[in-house]
């Protein structure tokens, strides 16, 4: 079965910019949480759907934000970008949470120039 | 309160055992994760346990729980070049959907 798609790959944009990313989830999985990984601050948490409603929210500003379509394709937003917006995003999807464990895609690499 | 250290770096010598270790602080029930992260790459789930268990093998992957000292690690047996990578220990109370990650540790095989 295809795993979990997000896209673009790639993406460089300006600061003050805003930018959108999507992501597929595995077919049947309704969790979506999406990551962002950068070399000074590791892997952090930035936020979860479950059939379209947020459940979780990590500690970030509220320019990032997100939402989950019906289908669970999920899409995080980012606006007013900052140079230290430059990360690696990435998307996990489950479909029962820990004992099924998290799915990720390739991520989102996002560079502000 | 959460947080799931590594130590940075291990070289290991092809065929040998890797033993890569993490510790976490969560005390209730909770799901443990190793991931691997190849350059360029997203996380490949390598395998989990949960907190009521002590050992999990899959193939050339053992994982080893000592819940009262929160030690988590995970050996790969006669490890391959292939092998060099990041890998990434994980945390999750049970039902919560949020994965604490450790710093990652730098997997090197030495010919």
């Known amino acids: 079965k295809a795993g979990v798609t997000q896209t673009p790959r790639y993406l460089i944009k300006t600061r003050g910019q805003q930018v959108t990313l999507s992501c597929s989830p595995i077919?049947?999985?309704?969790?979506v949480s999406w990551y962002q990984q950068t070399p000074g601050q590791g892997l952090q948490f930035l936020f979860e759907y479950f059939s379209e409603t947020q459940r979780n929210k990590g500690n970030f500003p509220g320019r990032f934000s997100g939402r989950q379509f019906s289908n669970s394709r999920s899409e995080m937003n980012v606006s007013t970008l900052e140079l230290g917006d430059s990360a690696l995003y990435l998307c996990?999807?489950?479909?029962?949470?820990?004992?099924?464990?998290?799915?990720f895609g390739s991520g989102t690499r996002l560079t502000v120039v | 309160g959460e947080d799931v250290e590594q130590s940075l770096f291990l070289s290991v010598r092809e065929g040998d055992s890797s033993v890569i270790n993490c510790t976490y602080t969560?005390?209730?029930?909770?799901?443990l994760y190793w991931y691997k992260q190849e350059p360029g790459a997203g996380l490949q789930l390598l395998t989990y346990?949960?907190?009521?268990?002590d050992m999990k093998q899959d193939q050339r992957l053992t994982v080893l729980l000592n819940k009262k000292d929160k030690h988590l690690s995970l050996r790969i047996a006669d490890t391959q070049t292939g092998d060099s990578a990041i890998y990434f220990c994980?945390?999750?109370?049970?039902?919560?959907?949020?994965?604490?990650f450790g710093t990652g540790t730098r997997l090197t095989i030495i010919p």
């Open positions: 969560d005390s209730s029930s909770t799901y």
């Open positions: 077919s049947g999985h309704r969790s």
């Open positions: 346990i949960f907190s009521n268990m």
């Open positions: 994980a945390e999750t109370p049970f039902g919560n959907e949020k994965l604490t």
């Open positions: 996990a999807s489950s479909l029962q949470g820990g004992a099924g464990g998290y799915t």
